[in-house]
């Protein structure tokens, strides 16, 4: 079964770092870029960037750079999302999507991950 | 605010017929192809249309997609009370190098 399964909730503090991460199975996981995209609270949904699998690639929606880092580690098929300093307005949902072969339609998305940064 | 021009809300009853727009401009829909996504409440989105009209193994042909210019327009017949969800159109933006969502429209089954 082909699928990507994201880390679980995070509660942090602001000025914390963080990683969370989105794992792929049942595919050949270098094949596919890997986008996130992160959900405010009621809000729809924003892209942050991708990172190509193969050779750790990445490009960032101008909203999101120089505020988190994309990684991946092809070995173990996990793609990482970070960040070095959090902040309140960073509370949300964050999932990993798949880039699919076809089109550039997302295929196959991530659980998603609840973070939330407060006091 | 989303450069994707979507209604907030959308409603219909059991067995009705529903359209949800999409606005873009040349930059975006005008060039590129576009994407639908449903998202029930609690879950990840699902990818539900692609390429303008093109459907995935096992999305219901009841679900459809059409393009004309610069907008797009999502087709729902035969609602049924689980197509209840948010509904985003989605496509590649020339400036920003990726892909842009609409603000998505929240669809009620009265």
């Known amino acids: 079964e082909v699928q990507l399964v994201q880390s679980g909730a995070e509660v942090k503090k602001p000025g914390e770092s963080l990683r969370i991460s989105c794992k792929g199975s049942?595919?050949?996981?270098?094949?596919?870029?890997i986008s996130w995209v992160r959900q405010m609270p009621g809000k729809g949904l924003e892209w942050m960037g991708r990172i190509d699998p193969s050779d750790s690639y990445t490009s960032y929606s101008p909203s999101f750079q120089g505020h988190v880092t994309f990684s991946a580690d092809k070995s173990i098929r996990t793609a990482y999302l970070q960040w070095s300093s959090l902040k309140a307005s960073d509370t949300a949902i964050y999932f990993c999507?798949?880039?699919?072969?076809?089109?550039?339609?997302?295929?196959?998305w991530g659980q998603g991950t609840m973070v939330t940064v407060s006091p | 605010q989303s450069v994707l021009t979507q209604p907030p809300s959308a409603s219909g009853t059991p067995g009705q017929r529903v359209t949800i727009s999409c606005s873009g401009s040349d930059s975006n829909i005008g060039s590129n192809t576009v994407n639908w996504y449903q998202q029930v409440p609690g879950t990840a989105p699902k990818l539900l249309i692609y390429?303008?009209?093109r459907r995935p193994s096992g999305v219901p042909d009841r679900f459809s997609g059409s393009k004309s210019g610069t907008s797009a327009s999502l087709a729902i017949s035969g609602l049924q009370s689980e197509d209840e969800a948010h509904y985003y159109c989605a496509t590649w933006d020339d400036s920003l190098n990726g892909p842009e969502f609409g603000g998505g429209t929240k669809l009620t089954v009265l």
């Open positions: 390429s303008n009209n």
């Open positions: 999507a798949r880039h699919g072969s076809v089109s550039d339609a997302f295929d196959m």
């Open positions: 049942g595919y050949i996981f270098t094949t596919y870029w």
